[in-house]
């Protein structure tokens, strides 16, 4: 592959709901250009752009797959996407290294709760884009209908660039609006230019008046052509359109059906022609402990974010890189400025699908691919060591929904913690700890689909895992007071061992955790053993007394005890201190503590309802509602972390996939006796 300028470089990504035909566009035109020897189709598992094994398997894209196409002298990046919102990480980081987006929408089904969360996440980042109403060949489409609605629930600034000739089987080409003409197209997606059908004559000149309003809208100039004339020469038509789209203020609509080639070219050609180029697109960073906003230019010096990390298992790790300013070559010093270390630079590459082509240079604007890069991960920036910048990195998601994980098999949890460690790297939404309290690796991620695909992945890594809803963190505490009395007195051969303590145990104030009374007098607990009785209450209060929870909020006064001169020792006022703690609790009102979480739902107006009633019913407190733009509203309430285990299936189910929610730890309240006495059983049983 030839170096291409900036200029002449388009990033797109395709976006949009799980199922509307993102990778079979893709693949239509890896066929159509000659950049595949087949044309791949997703139910075969034979695409070029989903070549992951999961993705065979389920028939469903999983990742982000980058394609770098010649098209007509331009050079065009295609980043293929995840619809499904589990993996939307993906196209978190897919957005941050475009400069033009295309929607893809099933023209059936019409805005689906995954084009309205791609077209909000495109607005948030005033990403100019395309939208492609596909399928159209398949039954119960109606273009019309559906560019209402898109109109009316996205943006009225949706206007179409093509019209179709005939629908679902009579579907059979485009019209296009600026040329005013028909496209017809053989199964390569190769288009035939022809005369607009005569029945359809009114209808274009509709659409194309509305289209040539909003081109006229993009300078003075236009304007007042426009004014004078009524109309816009084909020339000025496309001039004000390609300064509205690659602005964002029109966002034309072309159709196609991908897997019979109809509308392949005709898209390209738009994608080219309306889309912007990453030449003079400003990014911001900070150097120099400032922050900077710099542009995109092959002028400056070598600056790259890393916006996505893969590993392969035979070439090792892969770092997905944008190239901001300068030109990378092969000999280009690189260095981690988001870590402050020099890189080894190997080899680079273009990719289409796990294809690579060799680059020996790849000027600003480019997307390549690093190869073993062995300390740079996802967000990082690469630059000039003599001129240092780190990039605002994307931003992804939080996980939503955890899992404690186990190896099947004893013995595995090195290989577990390996594996864990390298899908860490790979995938920016998903986390994984140890929780020292429960004794549990935690996994968090975005969803139940994809915990299973990491469950897979670690599988394909040599160890197999099962899965369980984490154990709640709770807490032990008490509400009475009680004086209590600890002995330890042992007779060997020898030296015995004697402590004898009497301790106040009470309750303090909620999240005072712990405080230590020292009142003894006369030196019936000698000085040098009462660091030892406090450490013996630590430890029985760590381990627990009811059911095995960490003991808090009390407050532990030493007041009375006795000593042997010769068998008193550390270790024995220690056990005699633990004795107490763990005999006066039971004496005194002990209670179970759980974690509150602070949460924000956030969900249409129209599920409102619903969401309320279902917190209230997990026992959660509403503390109150704020409208938000768009008809969203804002619920904050606090629940109790044993009953959002489950939330995010839970609100995806009940909002159709369009709410959203974050949560923190609050602080800890009482269980209710009922709950108490079944957590306390289970516990036990965990324990025998």
Known sequence: MKKYATGQIRNIGFFGHGGTGKTSLAESILWSLGASDRHGRVEDGNTVMDFDA?????????????????????????????????????????????????????????????????????????????????????ENTDFYKTLGDVQERLSPAVVPLHLPVGAAESFSGVIDLVEQCSYTFDAKGNATKGDIPADMKDRVDEYRAMLVERAAEASDELTEKYLEEMDLSTEDLK?????????????????????????????????????PSPEGVEFTGTAGGKDVKRKVSESDSFAGVVFKTTVDPFVGRLSFLKVLGGTLKSDTGVFNASRGKDEKLGAFFSMRGKKQE??????????????????????????????????????????????????????????????????????????????????????????????????????????????????????????????????HKKQTG?????????????????????????????GVVPKNFIPSVEKGVVKAMSEGVVAGFPLVDVRVTLYDGSYH?????????????????????????????????DVEVLVPEQYMGDVIGDLNGKRGRIMGMDPQAKGMQLIRAQVPQAEMMRYAI???????????????????????????????????????
């Open 358 to 487: 060799p680059l020996d240079a790849a000027p600003a604007g480019d997307i390549v691919v690093l190869a073993k890069l062995t300390e740079t991960h996802t967000g990082d920036t690469l630059s000039d060591k003599a001129h240092p910048i780190v990039v605002t990195p994307p931003k992804f998601p939080n996980p939503c929904i955890s899992w404690a994980i186990f190896p099947k098999s004893k013995g595995d949890e090195d290989k577990l913690s390996t594996g864990l460690q390298r899908l860490v790297v790979e995938d920016p939404t998903f986390q994984t700890r140890r929780d020292t309290e429960t004794k549990e690796t935690i996994v968090s991620g975005m969803g139940e689909l994809h915990l299973e695909i990491i469950k897979e992945r670690l599988k394909r890594l040599g160890v197999e895992v099962d899965n369980a809803v984490p154990q709640v963190a709770y807490r032990e505490s008490l509400k009475g007071t009680v004086k209590q009395e600890g002995k």
């Open 494 to 522: 020898g030296h015995g061992q004697f402590g004898h303590v009497w301790l106040e145990i009470g309750p303090m104030e909620r999240g005072k955790h712990f405080e230590f009374q020292d009142k003894i007098v006369g």
């Open 565 to 597: 001169t010769v068998d008193s020792s550390d270790i024995a006022f220690q056990i005699a201190a633990g004795l107490a703690i763990r005999e006066g609790v039971k004496k005194a009102q002990p209670v179970l503590l759980e974690p509150i979480s």
């Open 239 to 275: 001039t004000g359109l390609r300064e509205a789209a690659r602005t964002g203020r029109v966002f034309p609509v072309l159709c196609s059906a991908a897997t019979k080639g109809i509308g392949i070219s005709t898209l390209l050609k738009a994608a080219i022609e309306y889309l």
């Open 54 to 138: 999961d993705e065979h398997k389920r028939h469903i894209s999983l990742y982000t797959a980058l394609a770098a196409l010649e098209v007509d002298g331009h050079k065009i990046n295609l980043l293929d996407t995840p619809g499904f919102m589990d993996f939307v990480g993906e196209v978190h980081g897919a957005m941050g290294a475009v400069e033009g987006a295309v929607l893809v929408v099933a023209t059936a089904a019409g805005v689906e709760v995954g084009l309205e969360t791609m077209w909000d996440l495109c607005e948030n980042r005033s990403l100019p884009r395309i939208l492609v109403f596909n399928k159209m060949d398949k």
């Open 650 to 688: 839970d609100l995806r189910s009940m909002t159709q996939g369009r709410g959203t929610f974050k949560l923190t730890f609050s602080h800890y309240e009482e269980v209710p006796a009922q709950l108490a006495d079944n957590i306390i059983a289970a516990a036990a049983k965990r324990e025998a």
